[in-house]
């Protein structure tokens, strides 16, 4: 991945997200302890904030999403958030708006999410007993009530599975909920019917090495999820089918190639993972921003890009540092990373090195990929000279030793 810009206030930040102005201009959105900055990312080379929005609750977690013109933000932060669902214009980026604070139902919340095909926001992560409220964007400056849950007293008997249905981060299509339910599992809810919802499917954390599941995104045809377990057990991010929601499974597992030292594992965790294609874009707090790539056939992933955005600090029990979330949505195809410490980044993914090969002329066709399950690309340029045993035309083989001249960005691990 390529650095374009960064943007820095000196403050604590948080999550990333990205708005399309009605004018086409591209803006990142981060926040910071007491606010939310709107960073104009039209020129990725040259990045400037525009406006800040002090929305009056101090908090390290701040979340936010865009529907039409309007920003929805909330803040889950003990008693200090009060303001629940709070709705801005920005129609004019440089000068945002407050038209509305949405808090009859709840003051703080973890998440929310807006399925744009059905105008719908939903919020989770409330304290207490409430679960999940939903509201009707119809009018987005209005957000109406539909209903709140508590999904213990939908789901006790369900599946085998009875209570502990507090909800971290959602992703909803087409009115299928698709919840992260900390150290309760993965669940799946029809909420078609907004007076009678029901559980489809549920995969509890056994399956995910006892860890708490943080977040999760669905491919683009939903038979797939990525997830990611942010803290206890061996955090990792994990690929799973859905394709039949009575018989969820994980098939592939992912852990930081960068985290080697099982006795060092505290803070080298994935974190808001993001699909585009056979792409996940995800966080990995201290190791940056991570770019993997999906075989869908294998159902298999493998890291193709990162960029580091705490480079300072390989500690990793030093606490929650390092980047916070990574936003691959704008039109332009830049990448907007957060980090805790160095604020908004602008970021390119270059695709996969291109190599030259330089070897024995003799059947060297038909050593094709003989290189690629022991030299994975990850960040170098240069030359590097290997050893293989190759297969010739009549199955015999014979030993080689090839010099890869690295074209663009790659290094090589030895295995």
């Keep these: ?205 056994s399956f995910f090495d006892a860890g708490y599941v943080h977040s999760s995104w669905n491919s683009d045809d939903d038979n797939h999820a990525v997830l990611a377990t942010e803290v206890g057990g061996d955090p990792k991010i994990y690929w799973v089918d859905q394709s039949d929601l009575s018989n969820i499974n994980v098939l592939y597992k992912y852990k930081d190639p960068l985290c080697n030292d099982p006795g060092n594992l505290a803070n080298k965790r994935p974190h808001n993972p993001y699909i585009i294609g056979d792409k996940i874009y995800t966080s990995f707090y201290h190791d940056g921003v991570h770019v993997l790539e999906i075989d869908f056939e294998a159902d298999t992933l493998r890291r193709v890009g990162y960029y580091d955005t705490y480079p300072d600090n390989t500690n990793y029990n030093v606490g929650f540092q390092g980047s916070w979330g990574a936003y691959p949505y704008l039109p332009s195809g830049i990448i907007l990373g957060s980090d805790i410490t160095y604020g908004l980044f602008t970021l390119t993914y270059d695709g996969l090195p291109t190599y030259t090969f330089q070897g024995p002329g003799t059947d060297w066709g038909t050593a094709s990929n003989w290189y690629n399950d022991k030299i994975p690309p990850i960040g170098f340029t240069g030359s590097v000279v290997i050893s293989k045993n190759c297969v010739k035309s009549d199955n015999s083989s014979f030993p080689i030793n090839a010099k890869i001249i690295v074209n663009t960005g790659a290094t090589f691990t030895q295995e």
């Design 1 to 205: 991945m390529t650095l374009l810009d960064s943007w820095d206030n000196s403050s604590d930040y948080n999550d990333v997200w990205g708005y399309v102005a009605p004018d086409g201009k591209e803006y990142g959105i981060i926040g910071d302890r007491a606010t939310i900055s709107i960073i104009d990312v039209s020129d990725p080379l040259n990045i400037v904030k525009v406006s800040d929005i002090i929305q009056g609750e101090n908090s390290i977690w701040r979340d936010y999403k865009v529907f039409s013109h309007y920003l929805y933000s909330i803040t889950d932060n003990g008693t200090n958030a009060v303001n629940g669902i709070v709705v801005y214009d920005l129609t004019d980026p440089a000068a945002p708006v407050r038209v509305k604070d949405v808090n009859s139902e709840f003051g703080r919340c973890h998440n929310i999410y807006i399925d744009e095909a059905n105008a719908r926001i939903y919020a989770v992560g409330m304290p207490g007993s409430t679960d999940m409220c939903v509201y009707d964007l119809t009018t987005p400056a209005d957000p109406v009530l539909l209903n709140c849950y508590d999904l213990d007293t939908i789901s006790d008997g369900a599946l085998g599975i009875s209570g502990g249905f507090y909800i971290h981060d959602i992703f909803v299509k087409d009115n299928i909920a698709y919840s992260s339910h900390g150290y309760a599992g993965y669940g799946v809810w029809d909420m078609n019917d907004v007076d009678n919802v029901s559980l489809l499917g549920l995969l509890d954390n």
